[in-house]
């Protein structure tokens, strides 16, 4: 975050310097993050995005959204959150990228219980992937936030049925156990997307 500005970074590199640094690397494609663009995002901005990664030879392979599908469903934070996972599938959408990771989130509602945040975003989850399939685009849920629980992770996924849905698989992010490996073995054919790091718990 610290080379980033605008949105939640404070450094000098914006979203197109990003791209050249990215194709001097000669890396083959870029993920961009939601919180690192510049607001109001405009559509000449996205579209200096697409132009400058096809100049550069960068495919744009997925995006990320920071959002929170763990609060009461039809709560104003609810209805808040929806309103943004929509607005960045569309952004993604229109930058032609395919796949965009999303989070359970950190934490629900006060006091709510376990199985009442997983079945709220099992329902928020459902609304934002109805609309991901109007615009093309798939949601891949990443192991992260209350989902580094692989076995908890695994048991929601066989509940979610659209083929636009699968997992981000991070193998840095899940919670410590005796045999991490075997663990991330259990998760990867779901997986549809996969971020690889040197750190493991």
Not at 105 to 123: H, L, Y
Not at 132 to 158: C, P, Q, W, Y
């Amino acid at each position: 975050m610290k080379w980033f500005k605008g949105g939640q970074g404070n450094g000098d590199m914006d979203m197109l310097q990003f791209l050249d640094y990215a194709a001097r690397q000669q890396f083959d494609g870029v993920e961009l993050t939601a919180y690192f663009f510049p607001e109001p995002l405009k559509p000449s901005y996205i579209n200096q995005i697409k132009r400058r990664a096809h100049i550069l030879g960068l495919d744009l392979t997925g995006g990320a959204i920071g959002n929170n599908f763990s609060m009461n469903p039809g709560s104003p934070q609810a209805k808040l959150q929806s309103e943004y996972v929509k607005k960045w599938i569309d952004h993604y959408a229109d930058l032609g990228i395919p796949l965009i990771r999303v989070f359970a989130g950190r934490q629900g509602p006060p006091g709510a219980s376990p199985q009442k945040i997983m079945e709220n975003v099992s329902i928020n989850l459902a609304e934002a992937l109805q609309y991901a399939e109007k615009r093309g685009v798939i949601l891949a849920m990443e192991n992260h936030d209350s989902m580094t629980d692989i076995d908890k992770l695994l048991a929601f996924i066989k509940t979610v049925k659209s083929p636009y849905f699968g997992i981000n698989w991070d193998s840095a992010n899940l919670k410590k156990t005796a045999d991490p490996y075997a663990d991330l073995a259990k998760l990867a054919p779901y997986a549809i997307n996969a971020q690889v790091k040197v750190k493991i718990p």
